[in-house]
T-cell receptor, first 107, second 115 residues
Framework: LAKTTQPISMDSYEGQEVNITCSHN???????ITWYQQFPSQGPRFIIQ???TKVTNEVASLFIPADRKSSTLSLPRVSLSDTAVYYC????????FGQGTELSVKP | GAVVSQHPSRVICKSGTSVKIECRSL??????MFWYRQFPKKSLMLMAT?????????EQGVEKDKFLINHASLTLSTLTVTSAHPEDSSFYIC???????????FGQGTRLTVV
């Protein structure tokens, strides 16, 4: 199982772009990379998933280099409501959560 | 996105009683469901993985006789905490996935308090 490593916390200001990088050196060939957002006392919410290169949806972009040993979640123009914990998972069989990144967005 | 409904959202029970938590995938068939436990300010800890029609696979250190998991259909899984004690008080979260390479969706969680 690929272990993921992320920064424990990040601070940002409203309107800025936030990039959170996740390391998954032991990712398996079949693993997808998935990012989730969690607010206190709620279940995680799916943000984006990718296998390689770049994926973009209405809320975020996911950049994955060719070796797939890391990935970067990009949140454009964050707002106060983006304050949450963000988890990246190298998803194969089990869904194992790492420590996550606590993002704090300030006015 | 797909919806996973978890019920109840919070429950208080007396020590020694059992509590059942339901997890339903509302608009897709979940071949795999996961159950997690989360302590305050901590990450989600995987308790068990269940595939429809099969026995659940429990993580090391999780008592299978205490946390009974049933995945009888492609849309429903249940977690029963048997003979609950105060140390079982926690936030329990379920997740469901249609296929191994598709995204998983999570329930809203159940806050269990054992008094």
């Amino acid at each position: 199982l690929a272990k993921t490593t992320q920064p424990i916390s990040m601070d940002s200001y409203e309107g800025q772009e936030v990039n959170i990088t996740c390391s998954h050196n032991n990712i398996a060939t079949n693993d997808y990379i998935t990012w989730y957002q969690q607010f206190p006392s709620q279940g995680p919410r799916f943000i984006i998933q990718g296998y390689k290169t770049k994926v973009t949806n209405e809320v975020a972009s996911l950049f994955i280099p060719a070796d797939r040993k890391s990935s970067t979640l990009s949140l454009p123009r964050v707002s106060l409501s983006d304050t949450a914990v963000y988890y990246c998972l190298a998803q194969g069989g089990k869904l194992i959560f790492g420590q996550g990144t606590e993002l704090s967005v300030k006015p | 996105g797909a919806v996973v409904s978890q019920h109840p959202s919070r429950v208080i029970c007396k020590s020694g009683t059992s509590v059942k938590i339901e997890c339903r995938s509302l608009d897709f068939q979940a071949t795999t469901m996961f159950w997690y436990r989360q302590f305050p300010k901590k990450s989600l800890m995987l308790m068990a993985t269940s595939n429809e029609g099969s026995k659940a696979t429990y993580e090391q250190g999780v008592e299978k006789d205490k946390f009974l998991i049933n995945h009888a259909s492609l849309t429903l899984s249940t977690l029963t905490v048997t003979s609950a004690h105060p140390e079982d008080s926690s936030f329990y979260i379920c997740s469901a996935r249609e296929d191994w390479n598709t995204e998983a969706f999570f329930g809203q969680g159940t806050r269990l308090t054992v008094v």
